[in-house]
């Protein structure tokens, strides 16, 4: 009979205010914003009446809140993975879109790219990222073969995800957008890997905007 192991792929709600359309990376560890918190709550509820089996996460703090709801209605553990923080982008740290673009004349919009190029100076490579995220979906694939499972982590970590199981360049997952707290279902057998759903965000109608 064929192994099937469902992957639910979901990244962290909105961060602080201070932090939008800002590089943070692995290297600021912060914290989700009152309408992230609002969005994961409705993520949570989403899931409850078919939550995972099991939860992986990244150790970073917004992950970490991110899960909470969903580990506690769920009655669940998460096993934490180092290898599913986010990115570290250098010298980008810390700056905005358009200090970025002041700064090095460079398209905020073009980070893949310029990831898998070395074109971000201090930078984590696309190689040292691809390798650590995906031992880390082995150990997931291994370990819990067969069952329903949810990776919470980041937008740069899912689209590794992403590139690796649909083995596709790291560069091309610029097509996908992955917004806050957003959920992206996976199927993965032996010989066929297929993507469900992609960017579901629960909270939609249910967390105003902010303007």
Known sequence: MEVVTRLILIRHGEVE?????????????????????????????????????????????RVQQTLAPLAKQAGL???????????????????????????????????LDLLETGGIAEAESTLSFRERVGLSLQQILRDSSGRTVAV???GG???????????????????????????????HRARKVEVELHNFTAWRDLVPTVR
Request: with cysteine; proline share 7%; hydrophobic share 40%.
């Open 157 to 187: 970590v899912i689209r590794m995800l992403l590139s690796i199981l649909l083995d596709l360049p790291f560069r091309r997952m610029n097509l996908f957008e992955v917004e806050y707290a957003s959920l992206t279902q996976v199927l």
């Open 17 to 61: 205010e201070r932090y939008h359309r800002v590089f943070g990376g692995s290297q600021i560890d912060m914290e989700l914003s009152e309408r992230g918190h609002r969005q994961v709550q409705a993520l949570a509820d989403y899931l409850a009446p078919t939550p995972p089996e099991i939860v992986y996460s990244s150790p970073m703090r």
């Open 77 to 111: 553990t998460p096993v934490i993975l180092p290898g599913l923080r986010e990115v570290d982008f250098g010298t980008w740290t810390g700056l905005s879109w358009d200090q970025v673009k002041e700064r090095f004349n460079q398209s905020p919009f073009d980070w």
């Open 152 to 154: 919470v982590c980041h």
